[in-house]
Structure formats: C-alpha cells, structure tokens
C-alpha cells in the first residue's frame, strides 16, 4: 500500500505572490471560517513563532484563533495581518458574485 503525506498549503507558499494571492482567493470566498483558515496557513509558512512575536499574541492563541473553527477578534486579525506585513484594503464587489448581505426584496413577509 502506497503511503502518502498529508497536503499542507503552507509549503507552497514561498514568496510574497504566493502568499498575495492565496489571501486573495480566500478573501474572494466571503467565508469567515476560511479567511480564517488561509491567515493561519499563511502564519505557519512565515513561522507561527515570528508571527507571535511580532504581533505580542501568544503561539499558542494564534494557533487556537486562527485553525478552522477559531473565531479570533478582529484585533487578532489586524495584528497576524500587521506582522505578516499584510493589509485589508476594500474595493466594490464584482457584479453577479453572490453577496454575503441580503437584498432588500429578499426579507421574510410577516403575517399581520
């Protein structure tokens, strides 16, 4: 039986494109728990340990907060982002994605 390596993203994430644009696509994806997931990828590619010490969080924490089911603050967010010398910036949604707002004609009716 041929054994097989489990896939970790964060040995292919070599250089600041990579990095660029793997945030990238996880930001386009509009989902909390990914975003999430992508920034801890990216902190353990840069070496979790660095990421701690310059966002003053403890290893541990930012394992915690940024694994699949963490829930991290958005401090702790601004803070990896800043010690991975990365930003947020905003720009209008691309039309036909699906929004993560509801539409006004979307709200439930109410029976009176």
Avoid: C, W
């Avoid at 003053?56 to 967010?77: A, V």
């Amino acid at each position: 039986m041929t054994k097989t390596a489990p896939y970790d993203s964060a040995e292919f994430l070599n250089s600041p494109k990579a990095v660029q644009f793997y945030m990238e696509e996880a930001m386009e994806s509009g989902d909390p728990q990914l975003i999430t997931h992508a920034l801890g990828v990216v902190a353990r590619a840069k070496s979790m340990s660095d990421i701690a010490r310059k966002s003053g969080l403890s290893r541990e924490s930012l394992y915690r907060s940024l694994s699949p089911t963490g829930k991290p603050e958005f401090g702790t967010i601004m803070s990896v982002l800043k010690a991975l010398d990365l930003g947020l910036s905003v720009k209008p949604r691309v039309a036909g994605k699906a929004s993560m707002r509801r539409s006004p004609s979307r709200k439930k009716k109410v029976a009176v």
